[in-house]
């Protein structure tokens, strides 16, 4: 069969239809000499805000990194040595890594294999056995609005606050309509990377915490800049947790398309299932019938929450994972595995005691799970030569 060269990600189309503007940018902030905070990063929240449905009461503070908007929001509750915070196991290190830098301890909860999301049941069992627990992170993983029932269940029975990593969501929409991060959002504060792998993605390190709180939001702004009051005094200790006015502008420049590609990235992902279900894949959350592709498909978005195709990931059965991988590679197709440890088996985290079997739908997901190109800039003739090397790899006929 032909072979076609599909690339994972693929930011040369965007970068050439915006590189006058990009150019104009960079020239401005050049000329403006003024390189942290300041106009641009506060023209950014002002349109992020926007973007994310904030109210007038609600806050967007621009950082570091999705990993500073992480430790920003536990700082900025209180969250210290010897406390404990739950996260899910199966997410990328930052939502581990975060709470572990402050002296915290990760606890970590299983997943609902057909969402990837935080299992509500096990998190709260894990939480009741927990002797300090201050906060739990649940994370909308692959660009997949979290149920809001799910942040309500976890707040209530247990009681602490709920601090969202949606660094892979931002225009993601819950079903009960409001923007991940926005107004109507029952977590305390909602975290967001904007890494150049993101669907909005700087040419370099950003991230933004947004919250509803003003005194909290004042905080965050505190601690991002070491703590500094406007009068120079430190109440208390932060750190560089800054976002560059270059990262800014740049981002300004590409945030009035990023609902275009995310939309771009939807019909992808439909596309995808579409072809693949016509080939015989199975649904989330249904057993495998026989005789059918062994690929079951990502669980749909429930109307109306609405995700942003972050990543379209598929499982296939752990044996044939990475032959299938070997293979869509040999006939040009680049393929990502996310994540291929559980966190509770990272080995920074041995001493924690957890031990392989303690969460099994973590450790089956490593094992199935693969990630195929969904960028916006992907082609008709793309998704068809992915799915047909699929089918073909396992034998079958292009229905
Ligand atoms: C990317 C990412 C982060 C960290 O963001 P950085 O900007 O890379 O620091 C945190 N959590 C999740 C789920 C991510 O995908």
New binding site residues.
């Given amino acids: 069969m032909t072979t076609r060269r599909v690339a994972f990600l693929d930011l040369g189309e965007q970068h050439a239809s915006l590189h006058d503007a990009l150019g104009a940018a960079f020239e401005r902030v050049m000329a403006s000499h003024q390189f942290v905070l300041g106009k641009e990063v506060e023209r950014l929240e002002a349109e992020l805000a926007i973007y994310t449905e904030l109210r007038q009461s609600r806050h967007a503070v621009g950082c570091g990194?999705?990993?500073d908007a992480?430790m920003l929001a536990l700082r900025a509750h209180d969250v210290a040595p010897g406390d404990e915070v739950l996260v899910p196991a199966f997410?990328?290190f930052?939502?581990a890594g975060a709470p572990a830098l402050l002296g915290a301890r990760p606890i970590f909860a299983d997943i609902d294999p057909a969402t990837f999301h935080l299992d509500v049941e096990d998190a709260v069992k894990r939480a009741g056995g927990a002797k300090r627990l201050r906060a739990i992170i649940p994370?909308h993983?692959y660009g997949a609005p979290l149920a809001p029932a799910i942040a309500e269940q976890l707040a209530a029975a247990c009681g602490v606050p709920i601090l969202e990593?949606a660094?892979?969501a931002l225009g993601a929409r819950a079903a009960s309509g409001h923007a991940v991060g926005g107004a109507g959002t029952s977590a305390a504060v909602t975290c967001f990377?904007?890494?150049p792998t993101?669907n909005l993605g700087a040419a370099g390190?950003a991230?933004l915490v947004t919250c509803h709180d003003d005194q909290l939001a004042e905080r965050l702004r505190r601690l991002r800049n070491h703590g500094a009051e406007r009068d120079g005094r430190h109440l208390e200790v932060g750190w560089n947790a800054r976002l560059d006015a270059l990262q800014a502008a740049l981002l300004r420049v590409k945030l009035p398309y990023l609902e275009r590609w995310n939309t771009a990235r939807r019909e992808n992902a439909r596309d995808y299932s579409a072809r693949l279900r016509a080939a015989g894949a199975m649904e989330a959350g249904l057993p495998p019938e026989a005789g059918s592709l062994p690929i079951t498909l990502p669980a749909p978005d429930v109307a109306p929450a609405q995700g942003i195709a972050h990543q379209f990931v598929v499982r296939v059965p752990g044996t044939q994972r990475d032959p299938l991988r070997a293979h869509l590679a040999a006939h040009g197709v680049d393929t990502a595995v996310y994540y291929p440890l559980g966190l509770h088996l990272q080995p920074c985290f041995n001493d924690l005691g957890y031990r392989p079997g303690d969460l099994p739908e973590t450790e089956r997901a490593t094992r199935e799970v693969l990630s195929l190109p969904v960028h916006p800039s992907l082609e008709a003739a793309d998704r068809e030569h992915v799915v047909d090397c699929i089918v073909r790899f396992f034998g079958g006929r292009r229905s």
């Fill in positions: 990194s999705g990993t992480l997410s990328f930052a939502t994370v993983l990593d660094a892979q990377s904007f890494y993101k390190e991230g």
